[in-house]
């Protein structure tokens, strides 16, 4: 089954951008669909935003529409997450994953997002 590596968090002030990359161990195509999750400490890990593989559909939670926007680039077996007006809230653990590896409590290490001034 293909494995997932997020890169791409790090420090940034309120109002500021980052990109998340997802790199897939390899076709993005083998799962049905691909999401990102994100953990705050002391927190539940909640979902941000997932797309439909075969359909490409896209779905945002509520928190981060018009703020994240999800892509892919299935040459680079590459899923993105584009997070722009970041808010303190959004600082977290961020992960992306498939069924597969959700249901078998599989997660990566995933890559820290900080948001603060």
């Known amino acids: 089954q293909v494995q997932f590596v997020e890169s791409g968090g790090g420090l940034v002030q309120p109002g500021g951008s980052l990109r998340l990359s997802c790199a897939a161990s390899g076709s993005i195509s083998s799962s049905n669909s691909i999401a990102w999750y994100r953990q705050a400490p002391g927190k539940e890990r909640a979902l941000v935003a997932a797309?439909?593989?075969?359909?490409?559909?896209?779905s945002y939670a509520d928190f981060v529409k018009g703020r994240f926007t999800l892509s892919r680039d299935d040459a680079k077996n590459t899923i993105w997450l584009q997070m722009d007006r970041l808010r303190p809230e959004d600082t977290a653990v961020y992960y992306c994953n498939n069924p597969w590896g959700i249901a078998r409590n599989f997660w990566g290490q995933g890559t820290q997002v900080t948001v603060s001034s």
């Open positions: 797309i439909s593989i075969s359909g490409g559909r896209i």
